[in-house]
């Protein structure tokens, strides 16, 4: 049974609905950056580290500048801040259709896909190198914290 509005929680759980949110969210992330499968074929070094990272930041960079593109191309003014756990940067967009606002917003998941696609369909390309490593875990951490979001800690849906 869907409530219409939600229950209301007391400032104490509200930190404690809070802080289990950070917990899963920290858990997420050291199953998935667990240094044996993320650096697989590299010594785990201060580089191979480094190289890991900024796979994740490219992916991230590409998945934001999808939505920059997407936004320029439907003529759609957004204005970009910081984000959270989720979204590290975020936006907001002014007055927009129904379709624009699909194109701008589900251009940085497509252009995760394609990137997923690319590198695992082009043979030149390592999959066991820290940096492609990065990407990868990025594209599959990000669309996870969109769902946890949306669904269990509803954070954007407010």
Request: with cysteine; proline share 4%; hydrophobic share 50%.
């Amino acid at each position: 049974m869907a409530y219409k509005n939600p229950p209301s929680f007391t400032p104490g759980r509200r930190r404690l609905l809070a802080t289990a949110e950070s917990l899963l969210v920290v858990a997420l992330f050291a199953l998935l950056l667990h240094p044996a499968p993320a650096f697989a074929d590299e010594d785990l070094t201060s580089l191979s580290v480094f190289k890991f990272f900024a796979g994740m930041a490219s992916a991230a960079v590409i998945h934001e500048g999808a939505h920059a593109v997407a936004a320029k191309v439907t003529d759609t003014s957004i204005s970009w801040e910081a984000g959270n756990y989720n979204q590290p940067i975020a936006f907001t967009t002014g007055e927009m259709s129904t379709s624009q606002g699909f194109a701008v917003y589900s251009a940085g998941l497509l252009a995760q896909a394609a990137t997923a696609e690319i590198i695992l369909d082009v043979d030149r390309i390592d999959k066991n190198d820290a940096f492609v490593r990065g990407m990868m875990a990025w594209n599959i951490v990000n669309p996870i914290l969109y769902a946890l979001d949306y669904c269990v800690f509803r954070r954007s849906n407010q």
